[in-house]
């Protein structure tokens, strides 16, 4: 039984709704717009809304100073990685705690999560030390191998989750036709929970992308992804409001991208087993 | 159901993660009081190499007796608790708006959990440069505008404008979540409690809110997970000066501008220390929602 | 430790064939400054002469510290070149992490690069790295206001003559702060500010037992009147004014002083990107009336070379491009002398296109009376003017500038700051084992 909505009713949560979007989206509209300025017309008072002469000249000043492509290609190959190897690890480990579950499996989540909470920069002569020693520095595989440990503990707590909300009825039913663990997984199990690792992914690809102490402090110029990128354009000297904007419209816009056409996959799945 | 097979067999698939992380944890956290006890300033030529001098406890005592370490852990617990409630209760609102029927919901969901994907140093470069900057920032326009003296932010409101930079970025990851948790809310319960003639704010308060409970333990408890490490937005914007030196920033100064590794390891271990004490009593508080 | 063996085998095989098969690239971490990215751009021309590739990483100034730093420390490895600064120089070259720069070229001539530099950037006679560019502080003035106001820019000013000065032009009615000065947190920000202006007042950091000075009255003094003055006419918010915003503050002409890098000369009378290019006037920095030390400061940033590179003769031919007579020609003629890469080289204050350049004269004299062996009025144990070249420093007064920066905006007072400063310098200082 839907509940009848009013007109009028409509019209004001239209009218508040899109609102409240355009305010929290404001930030992002502002720079987008200012990184098709010139750097005067970006500090223009009173500010320029729409109506100024567009110029893509920010852009190619960015881009004539860093290659961004090699930026970007780093950013997807060091996040997809990370993401994917994390996966590979945490679907198994969820499995096991939501469906052969132990007195500590609580615990053993809790403590994935507390592994968290070791400070970064606390850490940064430890792990700089490690990465010098086995030669690390500076390469996509070492920046994937810790992004990848960082996140493990989310995307074990949100498979986890989404296990947990299947049958277990269904999976006896499949062992009583003779499935094996192997083709339970494969057959059963992971269909049934792939809009759950589908958000898992996509949650985990955005932590990865996002990142900016470790992909910061780990690479030189080999590995840099888009965190770095942008590290070149804070307050160079004098005018540079365009110019940052342009960078960071560069360095935001493809996980912007992928976030807006996976809103919906996004919006369902991300529950952290919330739900109940 | 579970037989002796597969419960050595799910031993063997959760070995992987457990083991991986168990070392992620365990090799840093070594080093990490290993260098507490130590005199380790490499800028003095300190090295492993040429061996570190045990110091006992100095470190720890002078890391406690800094006249910053307090005030950091106050700008720590402001921020992170600062943070959450903006996000819950915000995200709460936002959250029974987008669930109302309205035109454009598609359009306006992508809107709000936009800020979720910038990363947390652009986020922090814009905020800084093109809004609350007092000269050419766009609050300060729009403070000219109606008149007003256009207000310093970071300096002036500056653990303020932390917050509001961090909870933007943080309540589209709220408001999703609770946004899913609303969904799963039983609409005929709601109709039902409206016919017996419960007002808006009981309805909400008597159905919505203990629905919503388990979803906003899980907010709280991730966020406070990522928001006690936050450092990008600190380091970009104030630099850990009026009063925004949180404890990791603290630790950032002791191990990057003083190249004091032994006091920053002393550091990150009261860090740990901070962090399990809001781990565990967030799980006092709330940690029960967590094991319906 | 199998594991280990087999990793470091091949990570060295593909490191061995990585290197055989591109005859050689060298990677240089540089700051985002403008001379330096305009060295970027001429990139191309070094690797046609040379045929050595070269990988930029280009970082804001903090990041780059933080960074080049830990890389240093660990024996990361991961750069050939380091463009570090006066500070880091001496220190890391007492350390042996650089290489010394010695055996260049003859047409290189080493000693044609100004001696105050070349001090500042050696430890025991050895050089460790090349100057870029170098800077000391002076005064940037709005000649049109100054009329204006009726008054005359001596030379040589004093800290009360630019309190005179900055009442007069103050204007707030038409958006003109008298003075504009640095007030952000940061021991290269603020904090190198207010050392050179404690310094023209008669203070010191440390007396000759290392022993914090802060409790001492011509600190006092000089935080007094540098908040006075930014109190009563400078801009609004200037806690958080840094280089940066200051240099966008007066090409946008709402400032009548300027006292900062003699570098930004080039910035403000750039009518490109300055609305007040053709009307500003330059002073030697200011000193407190009957002290003798100024309060003009001096810096580099350098290009070193870190020990343990194996491109050490690629990095040092780099080195000696893009620091030579024949690269300031090469800016000169494609971009004009005003330019050029400022305060390195000796010679270049001898040509005579570069002599017509409205700053030149000033910069070279306000390079030429810093004196960083004898910073204050009363002796130091210490080198350096706006900084302690001592590692602790750059911990300790980032600290000292941030207690300093919430005086600025109000939230204490002067003699809390002193007090607290005071407090965390002895405390580490003690930690340091002075």
Known sequence: ?276 | MATRHSRSAARLMLAPAVILLLGWMLVPLTMTLYFSFKRYLPMRGDSLERGLDWVGFENYARFLSSSSFWPSVQATLVIVGGVLVITVVLGVLLAMLLDQPFWGQGIVRILVIAPFFVMPTVSALVWKNMLMDPINGILAHLWRFFGAEPVSWLSDASVQSIILIVSWQWLPFATLILLTAIQSLDSEQLEAAEMDGANPLARFGFIVLPHLSRAITIVILIQTIFLLSIFAEIFVTTGGSFGTRTLTYLIFQRVIDSQNIGLGSAGGVYAIILANIVAIFLMRIVGKNLDR | MTLRNALCAATALTLVSAAAAQAQTITIATVNNGDMIRMQGYTDVFTEQTGIEVEWVTLEENVLRQRVTTDITTEGGQFDIMTIGMYETPIWGANDWLVPLDGLSAEYDVNDILPAMRNGLSHDGTLYAAPFYGESSMVMYRTDLMEQAGLDMPDAPTWQFIREAAAAMDDPDNDINGICLRGKAGWGEGGAFITVTANSFGARWFDEDWNAQFDQPAWKEALEFYVGLMNDYGPEGYATNGFNENLSLFQQGKCGMWIDATVAASFVTNPNDSTVADSVGFALAPNSEGVEKRSNWLWAWALAIPAGTQQEDAAKQFIEWATSKAYIELVAENEGWANVPPGARTSLYETPEYQAVPFAQKTLDSINAADPTNPTVDPVPYVGIQFVAIPEFAGIATEVSQEFSAVYAGQQSIDEALEKAQALTTDAMEAAGY
């Open chain 1, 1 to 276: 039984m839907a509940r009848a909505v009013t007109t009028r009713r409509k019209v004001i949560t239209t009218a508040a709704a899109w609102a409240i979007g355009l305010l929290i989206f404001f930030p992002i509209y502002w720079t987008i717009l200012t990184s098709f300025k010139t750097e005067a017309q970006a500090i223009n008072d009173p500010p320029l809304f729409f109506f100024f002469d567009w110029t893509l000249e920010n852009y190619a000043v960015v881009q004539e100073r860093s290659d961004y492509m090699r930026f970007l290609w780093n950013s997807v190959i060091i996040a997809g990685g990370s993401t994917v190897l994390g996966i590979l690890i945490a679907i198994p480990a969820a499995w096991s705690m939501a469906f052969v579950p132990s007195r500590r499996t609580k615990d053993i989540l809790l403590w994935m999560l507390s592994t968290k909470m070791l400070p970064a920069v606390g850490v940064l002569y430890p792990i700089s030390l490690i990465f010098v020693e086995f030669n690390l520095l500076d390469t996509r595989g070492g920046l994937i191998a810790v992004l990848m440990l960082i996140n493990l503990p989310i995307i074990v707590w949100m498979l986890y989750t989404y296990f947990k909300e299947i049958p277990v009825d269904i999976l006896e039913a499949a062992r009583m036709d003779g499935a094996g663990l192997r083709e339970e997984i494969l057959y059963v199990l992971t269909p049934m929970a792939i809009p759950g690792i589908a958000s898992t992914i996509l949650l985990n690809f955005i932590l990865a992308w996002n990142e900016a102490f470790w992909t910061l402090n780990l690479t030189a110029a080999q590995a840099a992804p888009l965190t770095a990128f942008i590290a070149s354009y804070s307050s160079p000297e004098g005018l540079f409001f365009a110019k940052l904007s342009a960078a960071s419209t560069m360095a935001i816009a493809p996980i912007l991208i992928l976030g807006w056409f996976s809103q919906k996959q996004l919006v369902r799945g991300l529950t952290f087993g919330a739900v109940k």
